[in-house]
């Protein structure tokens, strides 16, 4: 056989398989990158995604403050009008009658009774001095 009769196989360079290493290496960096872009992305979209969910819950609750305040202004306003229609004096000129119309009920029916406890007060008196009174009269105190 002769030299050229069999295929020569050539021993690979250390230098050839870190060629390949190298490029594989590269690729696997850039792919590393695009996916720090990726997730960059995505989480600048959360970011947004979730500002503008704040952004309409903070409308909603104002949307339904300006509802609540404006229902109860309008029942303070009812209820302020209603009281602001009605005349205070004839009020108080209402109560004012009323009181002078217990009072008077008081009166008559605790006349009788208290004019017998006075007259039964004045019948009560005695009519002698005591003997302080009678040896204060003999002293000229009095």
Known sequence: FGRNSFPS????SPLGSLGG???QSQELIQQLLV?????ESTIMNAKKARLAKLKQAKDKA???LKAFREEQERKFQAEMGGKAAADPSAELMGATAKE???VEKDYQTNKERTIAYVISK???VPTQLSTTQTQALMMGVA
Not at 9 to 12: D, G, W
């Open 9 to 12: 196989r050539r021993p690979q």
């Open 122 to 124: 004045v019948l009560d």
């Open 35 to 39: 996916a720090e872009k990726d997730a």
């Open 62 to 64: 104002e949307e339904d």
């Open 100 to 102: 002078a119309e217990m």
């Open 21 to 23: 290493m190298a490029s």
